[in-house]
């Protein structure tokens, strides 16, 4: 079956650092990637997507690449700020759309001034 | 995209009790989900909510325990029962939408604590 594999966290950084979150998944066919977000207390938010290969998903500064020879959509940043501070979900779904979302475990990311 | 509310937004109740949480949609939607989050944990899907017919459940979760109406499509329920605190979790709903049908949009979540 799908499935999801994110990097461990949690993750500090110190504001300005860059940012990387590993992704790599497992799926037949080809599947749609995304990123989603969790600030503290809230819901899920879709910060970037990407439906095929060599696709580049962008967002508040935040970018992932389809790669679909490595199976990976790792989340970059180039410079993180405090506001950042949340918890990433790499999720993906089926190529035919309109089917539930298969997540990774989150990465918690902390930025301090 | 879609705007999705949910009821109630957190809730403390007794074991044994019930609990049942709405969520509304802005639009029509087609596609309909229902995940919980336990804490410091991703997301589980716990059942695809279908507007006229029965809600397709996932390996581990039943009607009798997670029973789930869809009356039409822009509104569904979840309803938690015979809770105990292993069900103290957050619970959310979430729809397809956009151009493509393939994004998906999730409501605020109900934090739900068992005691």
């Known amino acids: 079956g799908n499935s999801v594999t994110q990097m461990e966290g949690p993750v500090t950084l110190s504001e300005e650092a860059f940012l990387t979150i590993n992704c790599t998944y497992t799926?037949?066919?080809?599947?749609?990637l995304f990123w989603y977000v969790q600030y503290p207390g809230e819901g899920l938010q879709l910060l970037l997507k990407a439906t095929k290969a060599d696709d580049k998903g962008s967002n508040k500064g935040f970018e992932a690449t389809y790669r679909k020879e490595t199976t990976s959509f790792h989340l970059e940043k180039g410079s993180v700020q405090v506001s950042d501070s949340a918890v990433y979900f790499c999720?993906?779904?089926?190529?035919?759309?309109?089917?539930?979302?298969?997540f990774g475990k989150g990465t918690r990311l902390s930025v301090i001034a | 995209s879609a705007v999705i509310s949910q009821k109630p937004s957190r809730d403390i109740c007794q074991r044994g009790t019930s609990l049942t949480i709405q969520c509304q949609v802005d639009?029509?939607?087609?596609?309909m989900f229902w995940y919980r989050q336990q804490p410091g944990q991703s997301l589980t899907l716990i059942a695809t909510a279908n507007q006229g017919s029965e809600a397709t459940y996932e390996s581990g979760f039943v009607i009798d325990k997670f029973p789930i109406s869809r009356p039409n499509l822009t509104f569904s329920t979840l309803t938690v029962s015979n809770m105990s605190p292993e069900d103290s979790s957050i619970y959310l709903c979430?729809?397809?939408?956009?151009?493509?049908?393939?994004?998906?949009?999730f409501g605020p979540g109900t934090r739900l604590t068992v005691t």
């Open positions: 639009s029509q939607v087609t596609m």
């Open positions: 999720a993906l779904s089926s190529y035919s759309g309109n089917t539930p979302l298969v």
């Open positions: 799926a037949t066919g080809y599947p749609s």
């Open positions: 979430s729809v397809v939408a956009g151009k493509a049908s393939y994004e998906q949009y």
